[in-house]
């Protein structure tokens, strides 16, 4: 009987853990998605680098991507994204200090 509970147990674990690199996923590609349209807009020149709008896009779009990264323990894209989104808050910090 302890078996069985243990087994049930495991199982609970892995739906949970199913869904969340699902949401992961969904978070990821989202994430993606924004900061690859906020890359656009700067390359473009419809938006520029000192722009609230481009900064916020890149905070929320790498904090997506970070999801994933925790959901399927990709380190290094933990990092690069965590570093991502601290340039993004000092830069809209700055500018936020700039408005004044």
Known sequence: MPKHK???KCCAEEKVNKKF?????ICGWVGAAIV??????????IVRGSDMLY???????SGLMMVLAIARSARPSIVVNLVWIIIGVIA?????????
């Open 92 to 100: 809209v910090v700055n500018l936020i200090s700039l408005i004044k």
């Open 21 to 25: 690199i699902l949401v992961g996923d």
């Open 6 to 8: 243990h087994s049930a």
């Open 36 to 45: 690859l349209t906020a890359y656009c807009l700067i390359s473009f020149e």
């Open 55 to 61: 900064q916020l896009m890149n905070i929320v779009g």
